[in-house]
């Protein structure tokens, strides 16, 4: 029903940045939030960064000051800007969605995007 499509991942040196793109399609009525998680092995998949409908934010401490998340409405796209990026914030970033599905309906629904691979060098 909704297809999250993301890209922008990529090698930086510490210190570079990224911008990722995560591209919302299907059929949905609204999207409610947002989100980019981040997952390395053997560790638990993380909130990185999220955006709700009304604008509010929440980073990751480990991110705050060095990551800003938006959107382009317009366009159903969401974006991670990465400044100042270290080796610790290497992993495979998803995106997510939560969407109202119709009109009709007030229940929400997750979906991830496939995940770009972000790696960075010291």
């Given at each position: 029903q909704v297809q999250l499509v993301e890209s922008g991942g990529g090698l930086v040196q510490a210190g570079g940045s990224l911008r990722l793109s995560c591209a919302a399609s299907g059929s949905f009525f609204s999207i409610n939030a947002m989100g980019w998680y981040r997952q390395t092995p053997g560790k638990q998949r993380e909130l990185v960064a999220s955006l709700t409908s009304n604008g509010s934010t929440n980073y990751a401490d480990s991110v705050k000051g060095r990551f800003t998340i938006f959107r382009d409405n317009a366009k159903n796209t969401v974006y991670?800007?990465?400044?100042?990026?270290?080796?610790?914030?290497?992993?495979?970033?998803?995106?997510?969605?939560?969407?109202?599905?119709?009109?009709?309906?007030?229940?929400?629904?997750?979906?991830?995007?496939?995940?770009?691979?972000?790696?960075v060098s010291s």
């Open positions: 991670l800007q990465m400044d100042n990026l270290k080796p610790e914030d290497t992993a495979v970033y998803y995106c997510n969605g939560r969407v109202r599905a119709t009109i009709e309906s007030r229940l929400l629904y997750n979906y991830w995007g496939q995940g770009t691979q972000v790696t």
